[in-house]
């Protein structure tokens, strides 16, 4: 057997690697050596794991769509704790995955303050976002974590996830924010900061939400 250190794997940007049959053990022992300040992101299932390298487009898109949620929950004065691409993983569940973005709203109380997540006892974020480039979202992931609401927004499109029963099922409403046009808003002002750029087209985002507001 022909043994690898992981410092020798270099994933190029908008390309992904496969690894099959990895244990669980492995799979910390993986974590623990990449470390926490790395541009990839990583996604386990039963066994499976995926370690992607995204691209400027890919992390372009997040930076805005995570903004826009900034906003909303500030501009509706709705408390949050945002815990980023943090790694949620559930051993007896064989899975962990790391979302573009992630936010606790209803349980935003009990998660200040902390440095480190266990899902056995903690929630798992009420809001994640995953911006699908040049891979899939971990859907199996994130129904075994029982995560309420997922954002997918793929090709300019932002597609609402909630759980239903263990499963996701496509929602024209967020539970979050259920009295705005969200899907039309964040894939006309993704679309727009694209010409006008990222700080113009907040502010207008802003100015948008009030309007909504009043």
């Known amino acids: 057997m022909v043994t690898l250190q992981l410092r020798q794997l270099s994933v190029p940007p908008g390309h992904r690697v496969i690894l099959q049959n990895v244990s669980w053990q492995e799979f910390e022992a993986i974590?623990?050596?990449l470390g926490e300040?790395?541009?990839?992101?990583l996604a386990y299932i039963q066994g499976t794991l995926e370690i992607r390298m995204p691209l400027p487009k890919h992390e372009v898109a997040k930076v805005i769509i995570g903004d826009m949620v900034k906003i909303?929950?500030?501009?509706?004065?709705?408390?949050?704790?945002s815990f980023g691409s943090t790694t949620f993983k559930r051993e007896d569940m064989s899975c962990g995955v790391e979302p573009d973005d992630s936010f606790y709203i209803q349980n935003h109380a009990q998660m200040i303050g902390k440095e480190r997540i266990d899902l056995t006892v903690d929630p798992p974020?009420?809001?994640?976002?995953?911006?699908?480039?040049?891979?899939?979202?971990?859907?199996?992931?994130?129904?075994?974590?029982?995560?309420p609401e997922l954002w997918r927004y793929e090709k300019g499109k932002l597609q609402i996830n909630i759980?239903?029963?263990?499963?996701?099922?496509?929602?024209?409403?967020?539970?979050?924010?259920?009295?705005?046009?969200?899907i039309e808003a964040i894939s006309q002002f993704d679309e727009q900061s694209r010409t006008l750029g990222r700080s113009p087209t907040l502010r207008l985002f802003r100015k948008w939400v009030k309007t909504q507001i009043d």
């Open 31 to 33: 974590l623990a050596e």
């Open 72 to 81: 909303l929950l500030e501009e509706l004065e709705i408390d949050c704790e």
């Open 163 to 182: 759980l239903q029963d263990g499963k996701y099922v496509e929602s024209e409403i967020s539970p979050n924010f259920p009295n705005l046009p969200i």
């Open 125 to 147: 974020p009420d809001l994640v976002i995953e911006v699908d480039v040049t891979s899939k979202t971990q859907l199996e992931a994130y129904e075994a974590l029982k995560v």
């Open 37 to 41: 300040h790395r541009a990839t992101r």
